[in-house]
């Protein structure tokens, strides 16, 4: 035994105050305990306090929403490290990947991971897509949440598409110019959205900008805002789960 | 089995499992017994579904799938770079000149449609009769059985859009023509099977 009683020492009522201060709750130990935590935390309260035991199995959601959501917040942090390194500009841009891929430390390693997620979160965010379709999963009172999930759909797959411009090398440029090509079939609005999305005639510096702004600006913006609407819905209509 | 939520007497004890006799029928005998010294907070019936706390059961599984899907891409990451070509001419068009793989779909219907109805009509249809869809779907069943047509549409659907996908990246090679040579290789090169 210590000379001081241990609930006597200032250190550890020191950082039992900031612990307290931070939690709120002690370990969740038991479910009450558990359910607080659930309750109290910022992070986990968008969940429920409980769920039912057959909706949370892998085999019903295949984790795909969940999963789509993780790819959102890895794309969302290995292209914040690509931004200290890319300048959209056409003389810079495709020099700055080389140095990315070349020069700077991890730099090929986290762009390669921005890349691939892109990629990944395209198949995952259709693949839930089609889960909460075979599962009838849109049917009433979630039909709105369905109508905000197409939103996310196409938001992801542009999300994906103004990215694709950005390294500036022969890929990049010619699949945008056959992307964009085929707005201007629309009738009457067609030629007038091409040229708004290019800022000209053809894909150039003015293309590259609004490409670059909509990438890391507009549509992530966007795509969070309908997430969060996404997810209160889940919570409000409440998961399906077991069929 | 039913379980009783919270309330009772608090911390130290998960959730009691109470018989199912008495809970099964409400009107009947109060639940009183030496597990409940005050009325619980969330009664469960039996019909009703089993649940668990969502920290740590889900929370843990999320973390799980988080990790599992970090470390995956991680590895493909360092074994695979992502493609980087020459820097971009606007005078010299690379033949073919494909879209995005998740949009070569819709370059492949160019090739088969005028252009109003592959580059405006069906996308627009595709998207304005997803958001409708639980409006026109009138069937409340959510089982698979009830709901043949329904499963047999989308499935035709998601059917074509990864096959158009498919043929647009894996099977059109020069000017966007068919070539079966990218999958099956050049018979005059290697010798047939
Ligand atoms: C960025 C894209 C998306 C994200 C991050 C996302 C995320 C999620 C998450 C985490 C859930 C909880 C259950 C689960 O993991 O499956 C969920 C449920 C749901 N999602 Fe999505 N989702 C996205 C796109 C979509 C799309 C494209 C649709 C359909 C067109 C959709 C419709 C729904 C519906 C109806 C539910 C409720 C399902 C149920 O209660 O069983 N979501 N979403």
Redesign the interface.
Known sequence: MSATPREASPIRAFVAQIWGSIFRHGL?T??????R??LTNFF?HI????????A?R?SYTL?LG??SF??FI?LTITGLFLMFYYIPS?DQA?QN??DL?FVATFG??I???????A??M?ITVWLHM?RV????????P??FN??IG?LLL?TT?LL??SG?LL?????????I???TN??????LV?PYTRYLLLGGR???QGALIRFYVLHVIALPLIGFLLMVVHFWRVRKDGF???? | MATVVGGGNGEGRRAVQVPPGPLARPSQRPVTGPELTSPPLVVRRREEEETVVTFPHLVWKEFLAGLAAFVFFMAVSIQINAPLLQRANTAITPNPAKAPWYFVGLQELLERFPPVMAGVAFPTFVIVFMILTPYLDRNPSRRPQDRKVAITLFTIYACLAVAFVVIGVFFRSLAFNWDWTMILGHPGLSSPV
């Not at chain 1, 379709?133 to 009433?140: M, T």
């Open positions: 969740p038991t479910d009450k305990v558990a359910a935590t659930a986990l969940h429920p306090v409980r769920v039912k035991k057959s949370i892998v984790c969940g999963l993780f790819l890895l056409i495709y990947i080389k891929q090929l390693v762009r390669n991971m921005h890349r691939w997620a990629h990944g395209v089609a379709f075979y599962q009838g999963a849109y049917k009433p979630r039909e369905w109508a197409t196409l797959l994906s598409f694709y390294p500036w090398d022969q890929l990049a440029v010619w699949a110019t056959v992307g085929m707005a201007k079939y629309a009738p067609g053809t894909v150039a399906t789960g077991g069929l």
